[in-house]
């Protein structure tokens, strides 16, 4: 079955730095969109970046809010998922999921989660 | 931030029926964008529930069931049940910078 496993949470302060992983298992990796999609604590859903697939270019977009902090990319090799968090603000805290998207435009499985907390 | 309006709770008693409206604009779900629904139970994450604006994945039951109209969008679940009690988000894609994925705002469902 398919399992993604977050990790790379913690604790990091205002303009700091944070690099987060997905590990993949039980999909063929390499041919699937990824996405990064938050929760802030007590609130809704977030899309924050995708990577395309590797035959499509490993392309990739960010939300507004995160434009030029973040940087999402991928190991086809390590069937993992990144996303390395610059310049981090307070608004950035939140649960951080990685998701598979599926055929259409919605996200068809997802990990569990890790906490990033930013503050001083 | 969320440009797709839900509403912030509905409840019902168990075995009967609740709608969730999902309220879109024309740069998403009336541009004719797909709605896909999430459910989140309590400190998990969430899951996807109807995709393709009718569509249930594998395991889901056809007690929840979607629809599309204009604007906007609509979860029914009929016959609730204790495990029902979750949050529930609408998603589709967006054309203008807000996008290109939207969440809605979500809608705490409660069982009573």
């Known amino acids: 079955q398919v399992q993604l496993v977050e990790s790379g949470g913690g604790l990091v302060k205002p303009g700091g730095s944070l690099r987060l992983s997905c590990a993949a298992s039980?999909?063929?990796?390499?041919?699937?969109?990824m996405s990064w999609i938050r929760q802030a604590p007590g609130k809704g859903l977030e899309w924050v970046s995708y990577?395309?697939?590797?035959?499509?270019?490993?392309?990739?977009y960010y939300a507004g809010s995160v434009e030029g902090r973040f940087t999402i990319s991928r190991d086809n090799a390590k069937n993992s998922l990144y996303l390395q968090m610059n310049s981090l603000r307070a608004e950035d805290t939140a649960v951080y999921y990685c998701?598979?998207?599926?055929?259409?435009?919605?996200?068809?499985?997802w990990g569990q989660g890790t906490l990033v907390t930013v503050s001083s | 931030q969320s440009v797709l309006t839900q509403p912030p709770s509905v409840s019902g008693a168990p075995g009967q029926s609740v709608t969730i409206s999902c309220t879109g604009s024309?740069?998403?779900?009336?541009?004719?964008?797909?709605v896909h629904w999430y459910r989140q139970l309590p400190g998990t994450a969430p899951k996807l529930l109807i995709y393709?604006?009718?569509n249930r994945p594998s395991g889901v039951p056809d007690r929840f069931s979607g629809s599309k109209s204009g604007t906007s969008a609509s979860l029914a679940i009929t016959g609730l049940q204790p495990e029902d009690e979750a949050d529930y988000y609408c998603?589709?894609?967006?054309?203008?910078?807000?996008?290109?994925?939207?969440f809605g705002t979500g809608t705490k469902v409660t069982v009573l």
């Open positions: 998701a598979t998207k599926g055929g259409g435009d919605y996200f068809d499985f």
């Open positions: 039980g999909i063929t990796f390499s041919d699937y969109y």
């Open positions: 990577i395309s697939s590797s035959g499509s270019g490993s392309n990739t």
């Open positions: 024309s740069s998403n779900i009336g541009a004719g964008y797909d």
């Open positions: 393709g604006n009718i």
């Open positions: 998603q589709s894609y967006d054309s203008s910078l807000s996008g290109p994925y939207v």
